[in-house]
């Protein structure tokens, strides 16, 4: 897939799920990310994760392999060392606002924010519905022929009233990447999973797996502020945006 398609897609859909706010609003955890690239090498990182519903930022404070902390905010992914220093500062794909964090804050990681509200204009639409021996199996179309000019279908899996798996497909209804959700632990009611794999696609044939693993939820915790809102340094090591 394109990267200005996959952005479009991200912008898009992460509007879905900020209409729906309740009052959870902060997310922390201790977070490890295991990747297995397609030329066979692995990656470790280690560490813990804020995010802060307000403030819309993501803040990776991490320990392994070296100490340093990653800062998400808008479209821009940040790079800070240990001593402060803004070293890097990148475009991302990933938003905030289209995250396990914000979703599960918001009550919408059971359909992963692609059912609309209303008063919003849909991009999917409900296709097809199975019950089937693993769970409720959703395809989600999109809604009108000019969505369907760039996007392909997504299959969701729910089990009890959970996102279990998705797979997402592009326009030629080829697989792009699936996801799975599981081993969901419940803190102050929000249900949240604490292993998320991601498997994507590339054009080639090749596949990057990423097993993401979170312990110690904690929900709208009212200490750490300096984390959540943490200020990004502004200095001369700072690299130009790519």
């Known amino acids: 897939m394109k ?3 996959l952005l479009l897609i991200v912008f898009l859909l992460s509007g879905f799920s900020t209409l729906n706010a309740q009052k959870f609003y902060r997310f922390k955890a201790d977070v490890s990310v295991k990747d297995k690239l397609a030329n066979n090498t692995y990656r470790l990182t280690m560490g813990k994760v804020y995010y802060d519903k307000i ?5 990776y404070d991490l320990t392994f392999p070296k100490k340093e902390t990653l800062v998400v905010q ?4 940040f790079k800070i060392n ?3 220093i803004l070293v890097s500062s990148n475009k991302t794909v ?3 606002e289209f995250t396990v964090f914000h979703l599960a804050l918001t009550g919408k990681l059971f359909d992963y924010g692609i059912n609309a509200m209303q008063s919003e204009k849909s991009i999917y639409k409900v296709g097809k519905v199975e019950k089937t021996t693993q769970g409720v199996k959703t395809t989600w179309e999109p809604a009108d022929d000019y969505f369907a000019k760039y996007f392909g279908n997504i299959v969701m899996l729910n089990k009890d009233k959970r996102l279990d798996a998705m797979v997402f497909y592009n326009v030629e209804g080829q697989i792009v990447s699936r996801q799975f959700f599981k081993k969901y632990t419940s803190v102050k009611g929000i249900q949240f999973p604490q292993e998320v794999t991601m498997i994507s696609y590339g054009e080639d044939g090749t596949k990057n797996i990423q097993l993401t693993t979170y312990k110690n939820v904690v929900i709208d915790q009212t200490d750490e502020d300096e984390k959540y809102r943490y200020r990004i340094p502004i200095t001369k090591s700072i690299k130009s945006v790519k």
Do not use: A, N, Q
């Open 3 to 5: 990267l200005y398609k």
């Open 55 to 59: 403030y819309r930022k993501i803040v």
């Open 74 to 77: 808008d479209t821009t992914m």
């Open 82 to 84: 240990e001593k402060g």
């Open 94 to 96: 990933l938003m905030p």
